[in-house]
């Protein structure tokens, strides 16, 4: 008999739980990289990454608030709430958005999104599968772990050294276009023209 950690999904399931997942990828994936833009199109270099976070409240309001009481209305569901989920589901609120203002204060911290993102998304698997089997410890005990799993783990925590050790520097900056004045050229309604010395 095979001990391994299996899914409880069949093969015969419809794959919409895959597609789910690639949009959550989709999305996560993005998302630091929007953030930082967000943070740096605020042009506030002292409180910048609060705005962005506080956009960010906005838009989870909008999406996680708005969204799912209007799903619950229009599907007539009941307005009970069992203590025990509501606690755990505040908990992963809050820590979702502790995460979130990490990524912020990381981005603040000269953390570019390439580097700051790819630690996150390597480690956030590694304590998710660390934190799971604690939880759920395996059939057969922890030496029945199946060696790809480990071996799984291992290469997303290395991964995420090896990425913000070894980050490329970044290029140049385009430079600017220069600007300039010719002769009997406006700008708006003054008139600009070139004067050269001797005449």
């Not at 606690?87 to 603040?108: D, E, M, N, P, R």
């Not at 990425?163 to 600017?176: D, F, I, N, Q, R």
Request: charged share 5%; hydrophobic share 50%.
């Amino acid at each position: 008999m095979n001990d391994t950690i299996v899914s409880n999904t069949s093969n015969s399931q419809s794959p919409a739980w895959l597609l789910f997942s690639l949009l959550t990828v989709g999305c996560w994936g993005l998302y630091g990289a929007f953030l930082h833009s967000g943070q740096q199109e605020m042009h506030d270099p002292v409180n910048g990454r609060y705005k962005a976070f506080l956009c960010v409240g906005v838009a989870y309001f909008l999406t996680a608030v708005l969204a799912p009481l209007a799903v619950l209305w229009f599907r007539g569901a009941t307005w009970s709430f069992s203590p025990g989920g509501v606690a755990w589901s505040l908990v992963a609120g809050i820590v979702g958005a502790v995460g979130a203002f990490g990524v912020l204060l990381a981005f603040g911290a000269k953390g570019t999104p390439a580097v700051v993102m790819s630690i996150v998304f390597a480690g956030a698997p590694v304590l998710n599968a660390v934190y799971s089997l604690v939880m759920h410890p395996p059939a057969g005990g922890w030496q029945k772990l199946p060696w790809p799993f480990v071996l799984g783990i291992a290469l997303a925590a290395i991964g995420g050294c090896l990425v913000s050790l070894y980050k490329p520097a970044p290029g140049a900056p385009a430079p600017k276009p220069a600007i300039t004045a010719t002769a009997g050229s406006f700008e708006g309604d003054v008139a600009v023209e070139t004067i050269q010395p001797g005449l």
